[in-house]
Structure formats: C-alpha cells, structure tokens
C-alpha cells in the first residue's frame, strides 16, 4: 500500500473526473484509473430526488450520475469525484459569461480556449501587452457556485493581466 495522495493530487483527479471519469489519470503513474462506484440520481417527484449507488459505470436510463468513485489499482487509493450535469453546466455557463466579457471589451469572443480536462480557460492578451495568454484555473469546486460568479474572477484576471503588462507612459 502506498502513501494517500497528496490535496494537489486529490485535486488533479477531481479536476479531471467533471468531464472524464471513465478516463481520469492517476496522478502518480498516468494510468486509468479505475471507477468502483456511481452515485446516480433521478428526480421522483417535483420535491424528491431517488439517488443509487451502483458498482462500476453502467449505463442506467433516466439516472444522472453525478459522483463516482474513482480506484488506482497501484496506489490501492480511491477518492470520491463530482461528475454530471450539473458541474458541467456551470462549466459551459461559465465559458459562455467570459466569452461576453470578452465581446464587452471589444475583442472576438472566439478567441477564449479552454481545456476540459484541466478545467482551465485560456484567453490571449492583446497584441500591444507584449504578453501571450492569460491562462487561468477553474477548482474542481468551484463548479458549485454560480457561472457568473466564476466568470467574474476569470475576467479579473484578465483585467489585471492586461493591466499590469500595459507600457508605463
């Protein structure tokens, strides 16, 4: 049995399974890591919600899956990730505000990139700062705030990017 992983380990492995649970890496030893369990869940009635855990992956029609649990068979480690809809949502909320923000400041909106696996928006700095691209971060959970929220921070950055790097005059 090997040491537990690190919080910037549990962290890389959380980041990943929003969009790639079947596909996560492990950290240590760049392997697929294995998914032991899916929490599933199905709205009952207006004001219920049925959640299952299930071993595995498995297809299950009409059930969400919004948590796994996610094994290195060589670590002998698990860690319990968010997945599903709803931090997905917030994720292309999110892309969908920066891309705005960046129309508001009179540039093409098409230049935002982003990297699903990483959770990280990368946005180019104009021309005149000398500089190439903002590349900014988004922590696995902060996918349960608000897309506005999230989109507000990233277009701070990008603000106090550009800034810092304007020539004196």
């Known amino acids: ?24 890496r492990c950290p240590r030893h760049d392997k697929a890591m294995d998914v032991a369990k899916t929490v599933v869940q199905q709205q009952d ?4 919600m049925l959640v299952r855990t ?29 997945t599903g809809p709803l931090p997905q949502l917030t994720w292309a909320k999110t892309l969908g505000v920066v891309r705005e923000g960046i ?37 696995w959970d902060a996918l349960a705030l608000p897309a506005a929220k999230i989109a507000d921070d990233v277009l701070a950055a ?5 800034e810092r790097l304007r020539p004196s005059p």
């Open 158 to 162: 990008y603000d106090q990017a550009v």
């Open 54 to 82: 299930v071993d595995g992956w498995p297809v299950t029609p009409g059930w969400d899956r919004t948590e796994v649990e996610l094994r290195c068979e060589s670590c002998d480690e698990s860690v319990r990730a968010k």
């Open 103 to 139: 129309l508001k400041r009179n540039r093409d909106p098409r230049i935002v990139g982003f990297d699903q696996r990483t959770l990280k928006i990368t946005i180019p700095l104009p021309v005149t700062t000398g500089a190439e691209n903002l590349a900014y971060h988004v922590p």
């Open 45 to 48: 009635s207006p004001v219920s």
């Open 1 to 24: 049995m090997s040491d537990p992983y690190t919080a910037d380990e549990v962290s890389e492995i959380r980041t990943q399974a929003v969009w790639f649970p079947t596909d996560t």
